[in-house]
T-cell receptor, first 117, second 116 residues
Framework: KAGVTQTPRYLIKTRGQQVTLSCSPISGHRSVSWYQQTPGQGLQFLFE???????NKGNFPGRFSGRQFSNSRSEMNVSTLELGDSALYLC????????????????FGPGTRLLVL | GENVEQHPSTLSVQEGDSAVIKCTYS??????FPWYKQELGKGPQLIIDIRSNVGEKKDQRIAVTLNKTAKHFSLHITETQPEDSAVYFCAATRRAGGTSYGKLTFGQGTILTVHP
């Protein structure tokens, strides 16, 4: 079974631009979570999608947004890029857990490394 | 919200020695604790996880222990090999639902170096 794939793997943008990153989950997985990884802040949760609906959101400004398609693929968008947005953006997929049950295991993709100049 | 503290930040061992990484969490409602290994240029890879209904889990050279009362859990790697060198992250999360869907709270990571 193929793992989580993310495109592109590397991206260079300038301040003020916007960027869209893509994630294809493991076949059969319907939940997709996004994380930002930086040396200073570590791994931080951005948001989670299931069945085309955002179910959870971390503490990031509204410039960070996402969506999920009917085939469970997901995209995240960052508008008006700032230097501090330079990071590795990771996508993880899992089976959606039952509400109130244990979280399902999350499997990560290789990430998209974004550099903002 | 949940807060996870991980120690040590760096760990250097000789090949064949054991390595132990410890994490503490703040939210007593957390009940799922995965460990990830991240190699340079790659995404985190799950190596073992434990749920709150068990106290210990082992998979070959890797084991995890959980102390719910003290709110801490540990990763134990025995007979370390150079290929174990990587950054290791612990994480915690509570039952799925509401503001917990899909959200893992990670520790700051431990850089493990295994010297041949």
């Amino acid at each position: 079974k193929a793992g989580v794939t993310q495109t592109p793997r590397y991206l260079i943008k300038t301040r003020g631009q916007q960027v869209t990153l893509s994630c294809s989950p493991i076949s059969g997985h319907r939940s997709v979570s996004w994380y930002q990884q930086t040396p200073g802040q570590g791994l931080q949760f951005l948001f989670e999608y299931f069945s085309e609906t955002q179910r959870n959101k971390g503490n990031f400004p509204g410039r960070f947004s996402g969506r999920q398609f009917s085939n469970s693929r997901s995209e995240m968008n960052v508008s008006t890029l700032e230097l501090g947005d330079s990071a590795l953006y990771l996508c993880a997929s899992s089976h959606s857990p039952l509400a109130g049950g244990f979280q399902e295991t999350q499997y990560f993709g290789p990430g998209t490394r974004l550099l903002v100049l | 919200g949940e807060n996870v503290e991980q120690h040590p930040s760096t760990l250097s061992v000789q090949e064949g020695d054991s390595a132990v990484i410890k994490c503490t969490y703040s939210d007593s409602a957390s009940n799922y604790f995965p460990w990830y290994k991240q190699e340079l240029g790659k995404g985190p890879q799950l190596i073992i996880d434990i749920r709150s209904n068990v106290g210990e889990k082992k998979d070959q050279r890797i084991a995890v222990t959980l102390n719910k009362t003290a709110k801490h859990f540990s990763l134990h790697i025995t007979e370390t090999q150079p290929e174990d060198s990587a950054v290791y992250f612990c994480a915690a999360t509570r039952r799925a639902g509401g503001t917990s869907y899909g959200k893992l709270t990670f520790g700051q990571g431990t850089i493990l170096t295994v010297h041949p």
